[in-house]
């Protein structure tokens, strides 16, 4: 609370509960993320990404719980933070009777620091067909007319739905460095969710991980990798495994393989000095398996 | 420098800023950066890579913490003065520690002697 910029978090979330029909989709989330923070939420289909993106933002009544964005309750946000806020869902569906180019010009008119410069140049370097209505696109396409919408924006929390899906590798990789410069240059909020777990280790500074409606794994991107490891043990030596461990599983031959954690001093347990136990050092995609598995 | 010169890979292990700095010591004890030579820009390799700024400047902030780095005023980060100094042995052999240490690992896993390994190893290096 030190920064005179940012007094509050731009995103805060307290205990989320939801459930779609008696399946429980959030189970009790906190959730902080302080200014420029690039903020990578991963999961499997179906953990609960979507719903917490959904209820952070205002977008869905909770069972139980609260979201705040930019110091507003998200449920009454005035159109002071709406300006400020820019949102890609996974499939966008306004304004389907306009084409790209009159859609853009129509939104731009409500947002202050609307950038009509970078629309254009993007819309042609991205590919979009100028003179046929939204509908008549492509969900890739239309989702790139999204993503144009909220960056033209100049928003101070971009939230993205799945957005890499739809874009080749090049649109892709522009996607990125515009978020990696937002982020790092202007001090723009971002919550990027994704499967491509290497789009998010380019650009994230903090990782998420979702599992089962609750977050197993919060912090900076670096730390999950340096501070995580797999551990396989085995089979004579299961029974002296760490009792804390991030994830554990025990394989077909007896043997065990752990996520485990270094202390506060920078150790590893005890145990991987033993002979015949093997450690090995995780990218984010296999860290990912080894818990949601 | 050129920013597209650095080699990055998002899905390592080792994080992307630890990556950096290990190039940075490894292209500047072998001389290939020398005293003086002006780096790119902190958003010059953002850009190039595609990678936050935060974690270029968090490699950037370590080499200059280590000596490697100076910051000098309206050119940015060059080569610092006294790591141009031709390194000792001893410190260039001690960045060679990881990779042999991953060599010996799998050299046991193989289950091969190691008299093998020293004499392929030998004729790579050209003995």
Redo the contacts between chains.
Sequence with gaps: MAESSAAYPPIMVRGLRHSYEAHPALRGVDLQVRQ?T?LGLIGRNGAGKSTLIRALLGLLMPEAGSAWVLGEPALQLTDRVKERLAYVPQQPEAFPWLTAEQMLRFVGQFFPRWDASFAKDTLSRWSIPSTRPLVKLSPGERQRVELIRALASRPEVLVLDEPAAALDPVAR?DL??EV??R???DGCTVIFSSHI??DL?????QVALMHEGQLRLHCE??AA??RYARLWLPAQFTAVAPAAALSRRAQADGSLTLVVERDAGGRWPEVVQMAGARLD??????LFVEIAA | MDASLLMIQPSAPEPIYRQILEQLRRLIAAGQLAEGERLPSVREVAVAHAVNPMTVSRAYGLAEAEGLLERLRGKGMVVAAQSARARSQAERLALLEPPLQALTRQVKELELPAELVLRRLGKLLGE
Excluded: I, P, T
């Design positions: 420029g690039v990789r990125l460095r990696a410069l982020a790092g240059e777990v290497s280790e380019r650009v994230a500074s991107l670096d990798k340096e050092a995780l990218g984010l995609e296999d």
